[in-house]
């Protein structure tokens, strides 16, 4: 609880600092222009509600080279997933779960089968859309078929094998399973052209059924909203994947004044929303009108993901004073790095930010019962604060560490570490004061690359070199440390850099950390260059996932085991 206390501290003091250097809070992004007349929203959106407080939707199949490489990924799971079960031998499956049981029926259907060969005998479509939404908080998934016949088949097969005997029923002409009890129901229906699963309140089945099997669609829906191409066109993102949860939509089912059949059984839960948790849901939705994620690039050879915390405008311009330029923090690593990891924060303007947002949240606090840790914790941090850095510390901007390469046999680490600030000759005098090994070496800011012990300092490298300017400190470490040291010295800072930023390269990466006894990680072997980069954007807070796939050997699949 001590985590999600300090994350919604973090939102509130978002909240509460542009009140103190105008701007204000609220308002809610920016929208955008008028929006082209050549959107053509797809029929999926049309049963998704305009108010639903969570969407996940393609809008736009992938080409058949980025299917190909998706694949991969999911035959290999496919595969490992298989082979464990596999060594299973003499499991009785009628002693284990009924789900259990379910999954491995599955699992059976895709024995023996490449992705190609499964997603047509079990009817999908490889070019369908998918969707997964909220009717009210309760979740509905939709996937795009191509043949009923086979997936309905399909199901019969993993429903006798595992066991499971849902009820079949029918609602206006279409057929649907029913399972579960007096509280919650799970409903899954195959129809003409999608299939449809959602858990729902049993309460409100008779409300909801309708929704669930398209038999009416809602009043106001995705379809008929703009609130799908303007989230596209604001983000600069492609249909590939489109997903975001609206925070006022969320505040409407949990304390809106008139609730739906749908919100009546959360509401039974929560019981009574006091007015003053309405007040404070509605500032934080005004603060963070929503959460947005998508792409802004994927193909077979790479890909751009996003997910921006959409924020007040008064937030974004207190936030982007936290900006600074440190060298090789910029939006993507130089060079082709094991591992790279840099931030760019003036710790100065950090600091009276948050100061500004204690007292605000002081002088404002938050009235519901729910948010009470919130204000304390701001207290907390207010109490934190009121001690000034030590003067060393003052106009710190940030760091950049790259590690070239690393072995653990012989232990060896190649790479260097940047660090950017005003005072950063005084900051490394202060060190080496608590530092006896380096105590004795001449700290000139000439530029000069000047010998560590390494031996002293314990250091897994056989030549390690430190550069100094009153600026910037680079430290160097593995062979050509002497040069490297000055090289990185001289190393241009851009005009602005993100905040935060990491960088690796995927497969020596696995490779070091098996050696380091973890295990093989599952999922990545196409995987090569990854990046993640945190910042400040026109629109909120951006946090973007980069990376480059290569090429894997086939998945094999398991052949089905002799009876």
């Given amino acids: 609880m001590r985590s999600l206390r300090w994350s919604v501290l973090a939102l509130a003091l978002a909240v509460a600092a542009p009140s103190c250097g105008g701007g204000g809070g609220g308002g809610g992004a920016a929208q955008p222009a008028a929006l082209s007349s050549r959107w053509a929203a797809p029929s999926i959106l049309s049963h998704i509600p305009a108010d639903s407080p969570y969407v996940m939707v393609t809008l736009d199949p992938p080409s058949e080279a980025l299917r190909q490489k998706l694949m991969q990924n999911v035959e290999q799971q496919i595969a490992q997933s298989t082979a464990a079960i596999d060594k299973l031998h003499g499991v009785d499956r009628s002693k284990l779960k009924p ?34 939404y909220g009717l009210s908080l309760w979740p509905v998934a939709r996937i795009e078929i191509a043949s009923p016949q086979r997936m309905q088949a399909a199901i019969q097969r993993v429903l006798i094998a595992s066991g499971v005997a849902p009820e079949l029923r029918t609602l206006d002409g279409r057929r649907y399973w029913l399972t579960g009890d007096s509280e919650l129901s799970l409903v899954f229906a195959v129809l003409d052209r999608e299939a449809v699963a959602a858990l729902l309140p049993t309460a409100v089945l008779d409300a909801a059924l309708p929704l669930v099997l398209g038999t009416r669609l809602p009043e106001h829906n995705l379809a008929a909203a703009t609130t799908v191409p303007e989230l596209l066109a604001r983000h600069h993102l492609l249909g590939f994947l489109l997903a975001y949860v609206d925070s006022h939509n969320l505040a409407d089912i949990i304390a809106g004044p008139q609730p739906r059949a749908l919100d009546i059984p959360l509401r039974a839960r929560t019981g009574a929303v006091p007015p003053a948790c309405r007040t404070d849901l509605d500032r934080l939705a005004s603060l963070v009108p929503r959460v947005v994620l998508g792409y802004h690039k994927v193909d077979a050879t790479a890909f751009e993901a996003t997910a921006v915390v959409e ?40 600091i009276a930010w948050l100061r500004r947002g204690t007292q605000e949240l002081h002088d404002h606090p938050f009235t519901c019962p729910w948010f009470a840790g919130i204000n304390q914790s701001g207290a907390e941090l207010a109490d934190a604060l009121a001690t000034p850095l030590p003067p060393a510390w003052r106009g710190v901007r940030g760091f950049a560490l790259t590690i070239d390469d690393a072995s653990l046999v012989p232990p060896s680490v190649t790479g260097h570490v940047i660090l950017a600030g005003d005072r950063v000759a005084d900051l490394v005098t202060s060190l080496a004061g608590s530092v006896p090994a380096i105590a004795g070496i001449p700290l000139v800011g000439d530029g000069r690359a000047v010998a560590l012990p390494t031996q002293q300092l314990r250091l897994p490298v056989q030549s390690a070199h430190l550069a100094l300017t009153t600026d910037r400190l680079v430290i160097a470490a593995g062979a050509g440390s002497e040069r490297r040291a000055t090289e990185h010295l001289a190393s241009r800072a851009p005009k602005a850099s993100p905040l935060l930023t990491m960088a690796f390269d995927m497969p020596r990466l696995n490779q070091l950390l098996v050696a380091l006894g973890q295990p093989q990680p599952g999922g990545f072997g196409t995987l090569r260059d990854v990046g993640l980069r945190l910042d400040i954007g026109d629109r909120g807070l951006s946090f973007d996932v980069w990376g480059t796939w290569g090429t894997a050997p086939p998945a094999q699949l398991a052949a089905p085991p002799h009876p």
Avoid: C, M, N, Y
């Avoid at 999954?103 to 859309?129: N, V, Y």
């Avoid at 130089?334 to 003036?346: E, F, I, K, N, T």
């Fill in 99 to 132: 789900w259990h049981r379910a999954l491995l029926a599955f699992l059976d259907e895709l024995r023996g089968k490449s992705s190609a060969t499964w997603i047509e005998q079990l009817g999908f479509d490889p070019r369908g859309r998918f969707a997964l």
């Fill in 311 to 350: 924020l007040a405008p008064g937030a974004i311009g207190g936030l982007r004073a936290l900006h600074a330029a440190v060298p090789e923090v910029g939006p993507r690593a130089p060079g082709h790095p094991l591992l790279a990891l840099g931030a760019a924060v003036d710790l100065d303007q950090l």
